[in-house]
């Protein structure tokens, strides 16, 4: 007994696209779900079980499709996985409220011989249009049960679990579909057949119908499954034979005339099984179309849903991150404490890697409550049926350049404007049904204006281009696009131009109201797969960069002088407080090291402390830990006052120390060598070798882009951001705005951070285009910063004149791009 | 005429695919299939695509693929 309930029964759900197949699937299994990848290939997996009576099932979601054929992945993945795999069943779910279309492949899957359940879904709409389906006639002429449902509101679930036990345990419940092909077909479909039933090997496998069947459709997979298995295509041979003969005779394709014999049965189904109550002549979705798709309105609505993406999850999602920084940032202090402690100005390999790897990882988690906004609204937008509308609006500008109009959502994700973020864009790229378009919109989703890459602009800007903020804003945030179009047409016709295409005939369904548990359901599978896949990546990634910048480190000498002048700072603080000084006694030796960690945490404290009542219970905490530092820190006498003076300014010193240690050290580093390297090269580009580091070492977080320019230009004063424009305006007194223009292009390119790659190659699939979506940026932002920087030099430019003519050669050769046909399609 | 060629309101007949391939295959699979009725929904906003209503439900077509149909108004 125990044995037979741990055999589990696999059940396929198959289904046309938009027939609420996952809800189906989501109703079935609940929780228990696990999503992968088909191998090889970057179409989501999800399976799930369930126990029923005490059986155990387990459930595969097939992709959604309209057809079975060979020429979409999807479509080969579906029939792959029924040939191959064998599922005990197929639950195959259809829309009622759209028969015809939907029996159409319930006729393939019926002839691929694997018992089937049709799950009868949307019965609600199909009624609110007049439709009135009598079920018991279906299942009889569809040879399997039928099982009316409405997902969305749980309806039927019993009834579809019973019907999967009953025809799972007796077979004889379900009797394939014969659909009549004609006259014109059927002898020849009777001969293949027979020849192919003689093969044992093949018969045994696969239905012979159903294979000749594909065969006269000139399935390429099946031919090639055919010429595997079966001895020197003597079936091929007589399968050309008989099509040639066919075509000749009846002047048409046998494919066409099995899709209309297919169509022609499933009209007579639906003509004897629905009757039409009421006449609906137009409905909700018709009517709301009137407005979303309308000339002028249509775009007008998308562009202010495009607004509220921005606005509620880049906007609200960052504030949102002011509540949840804090929680990580004591995970943080948290693993630091338990760490070896910070040195006076050398941290203990032991600190310095673990901290490094963790701030790597809290600076990506940061983004998690954005996610969790912007997938909540995508997944709204998709069960909407919204998505389809948009690609309708825009299809025409993005296939010029051939992209998609289902690119749109991914291209704004990434940020069309300003601020997006390329790693949720890169995800969104799976809906795209084209495969050379979405290719293409992969690769070019990084080069739009994430929110990391703004930083640097606005300072540059407001350094070089003050007097023209507007424009040149207007300029780098736009500039991007009209880039990144001419690149996915390059692509197009270079790298992808052997790639599937797939035509454009898009399903416009009918507007749904989502499910709140479907819509956090998709939410939280993002989300999850995203962080699961970029932590684990991050910290190999992590521990790399880590390497790259502190090897091989300081000379001995130079390490010594390190030493020398962090001994200097202290004696200096002991002589200002003097001998005399009550406090010199309990402050030196072991003294000093634990006031300084006595000072960190007070400081740490008070930041995090809020109103008066936590203040003070710091205070009293802090009071009993050690009543002498705390009149220190509190600077409650005359004397404590003078230690606390002269210990801010060591701190100052400390640090300044530290970071211009840390600045050596990258200097020396391999990274900072290359950064010098480089520079006989990228001075054409305008680039002195400070800049290289910088840029070179943003690679890690381009947010830091901005941070690691400050610690390069660091002087005197420490810690004042706002100067950071005087510093670099003092320090690179060379400067015109050309070098700025260069900076800020090559940003603009800079190739995508590395969560972003980790999504490149999931999506893309290999490491091969994972490496290219890394590199070709670098070689085009180089490209674009040495012709603005030795162009504009050489013709005499001004900064704004560069920018100006870089703008109209963009827009120029991205005319031009659009303007190149397409190669004919492949027939 | 062809599929590609009727106006917003208009109703047609389909007579003939014209097209091979993974486009006429997905045309047929979705229902485009001679004496099916057609009507033309609208354009959209920038003329390219367009929406039709097939069999009862609604799909958007590119001209170019709209192109491979054979129609008869009706």
């Known amino acids: 007994m125990k044995k037979a309930s741990e055999e589990k029964t696999v059940v396929a759900v198959a289904g046309q696209p938009n027939s609420g197949k996952s809800t189906i699937f989501n109703l079935l299994t609940g929780a228990r779900q696990h999503v992968a990848n088909y191998p090889g290939v970057t179409v989501e997996k999800k399976t799930g079980s369930y126990r029923f009576k005490g059986e155990r099932f387990e459930l595969v979601d097939l992709p959604g499709t309209y057809s079975l054929t060979s020429y979409s992945l999807e479509e080969r993945i579906a029939r792959d996985f029924l040939l191959h795999e064998k599922p005990a069943l197929v639950v195959d779910i259809v829309d009622a409220s759209n028969l015809e279309r939907n029996l159409y492949l319930t006729f393939q899957l019926s002839e691929m011989g694997i018992p089937l359940v049709i799950d009868l879904n949307m019965m609600d709409i199909a009624e609110r249009r007049g439709l009135e389906i009598d079920v018991e006639e279906l299942s009889r002429r569809l040879g399997a049960k039928v099982v009316p449902t409405v997902g969305n509101r749980g309806k039927g679930k019993k009834e579809l679990y019973e019907a999967i036990r009953e025809t799972s345990k007796d077979k004889t419940r379900f009797t394939p579909i014969h659909i009549d092909y004609g006259k014109s077909i059927e002898p020849i479909l009777n001969e293949l057949e027979q020849k192919l039933s003689e093969d044992k090997n093949l018969s045994s496998h696969y239905q012979p119908r159903w294979l000749a069947i594909k065969l006269m459709e000139n399935d390429s997979e099946v031919r090639k499954l055919i010429d595997k298995h079966s001895e020197k295509g003597n079936i091929l041979s007589l399968l050309k034979s008989k099509r040639d003969w066919f075509i000749s005779q009846y002047g048409d394709a046998p494919e066409k005339v099995i899709a209309e014999r297919r169509y022609l049965t499933a009209s007579g189904i639906a003509e004897a099984t629905v009757k039409r109550k009421k006449e609906v002549l137009w409905t909700l979705s018709d009517r709301i179309d009137q407005i979303v798709c309308h000339r002028f309105s249509g775009p007008v609505i998308l562009a202010v849903i495009i607004y509220l993406l921005y606005k509620l999850s880049i906007g609200y999602g960052w504030k949102l991150t002011n509540y949840t920084w804090p929680l990580l940032a004591s995970f943080r202090d948290l693993i630091a404490s338990v760490l070896p402690a910070e040195g006076f100005i050398h941290d203990p390999f032991l600190r310095a890697m673990p901290l490094w790897v963790i701030n790597g990882i809290i600076a990506v988690l940061n983004y998690v409550p954005i996610f969790l906004i912007l997938f909540t609204l995508i997944a709204i937008l998709e069960d909407t049926g919204y998505m389809a509308r948009m690609a309708f609006i825009l299809d025409r500008i993005f296939r010029y350049f051939g992209l998609h109009g289902q690119s749109t959502l991914p291209l704004i994700l990434g940020g069309v404007y300003v601020g997006g973020c390329a790693i949720p864009g890169v995800m969104a790229c799976r809906g795209i049904k084209c495969e050379r378009s979405r290719m293409a919109t992969i690769m070019t989703v990084p080069l739009m204006n994430c929110m990391a890459k703004v930083p640097l602009y606005v300072l540059l800007i407001s350094i070089f281009f003050a007097e023209h903020k507007g424009f040149a804003m207007f300029f780098i945030a736009t500039i991007t696009i009209i880039i990144a179009l001419s690149v996915a047409k390059i692509l197009n016709l270079t790298v992808l131009r052997k790639r599937e295409m797939a035509p454009f005939v898009m399903e416009m369904p009918a507007y749904h109201l989502p499910t709140v548990q479907g819509v956090l359901r998709r939410c939280l599978e993002r989300t999850w797969l995203f962080v699961r896949k970029v932590i684990t990546i991050i910290i190999a990634v992590a521990i790399i960069v880590y390497f790259l910048i502190s090897f091989p480190g300081l000379s001995k000498e130079r390490d010594a002088y390190y030493g020398n002048q962090a001994s200097e700072i202290r004696q200096i603080f002991f002589k200002e407080i003097g001998d005399e000084n009550p406090y010199a006694g309990t402050l030196s030796g072991a003294g000093f090291e634990e006031f300084s960690i006595y000072w960190d945490d007070y400081k740490k404290a008070g930041i995090a402390a809020k109103g008066d009542e936590e203040k003070e219970a710091i205070d009293k905490k802090f009071r009993e830990r050690n009543p002498e530092f705390f009149k220190i820190v509190k600077s409650e006498d005359k004397e404590a006052a003078k230690v606390n003076r002269a210990y801010k300014k060591l701190e100052r010193k400390r640090k300044q120390l530290r970071m211009e240690k840390r600045e050596e050290t990258i200097q020396g580093s391999l990274l900072g060598r290359t950064g010098y390297f480089m520079e006989p090269f990228t001075r054409f580009a305008g680039f002195n070798w400070r800049v290289n580091i910088a840029l070179l070492s943003s690679f890690a977080a381009k947010e830091s882009s901005v941070a690691t320019l400050g610690s390069i230009y660091q002087t005197e004063e420490i810690g004042e951001e706002k100067m950071l424009e005087e510093r670099i305006k003092e320090k690179e007194k060379g400067w015109n705005p050309l070098h700025a223009l260069a900076i800020m292009l090559f940003m603009a390119m800079y190739p995508p951070c590395i969560p972003t790659l980790i999504m490149v190659r999931l999506e893309a699939g290999s490491t091969k285009w994972m490496l290219f979506a890394g590199i070709y940026p670098i070689v085009l932002g180089l490209m674009f910063a040495i012709l603005v920087f030795t162009g504009g030099n050489l013709l005499g430019l001004s900064g704004l004149q560069a920018m100006i003519a870089f703008y109209i050669l963009a827009i120029a050769v991205t005319t031009v791009m659009g303007l190149i046909k397409r190669k004919p399609k492949m027939e | ?74």
């Open chain 2, 1 to 74: 005429m062809t599929l590609d060629e009727m106006k917003p309101g208009q109703e047609c007949r389909i007579l003939k695919v014209n097209i091979g391939g993974a486009t006429g295959q997905r045309l047929l699979d979705m229902g485009f299939i001679p004496g099916t009725k057609v009507r033309v929904i609208r354009n959209a906003p920038l003329v390219d695509p367009v929406e039709f209503n097939v069999r009862g439900y609604h799909v958007s077509l590119r001209h170019s693929e709209a192109k491979g149909v054979e129609v008869e108004l009706q």
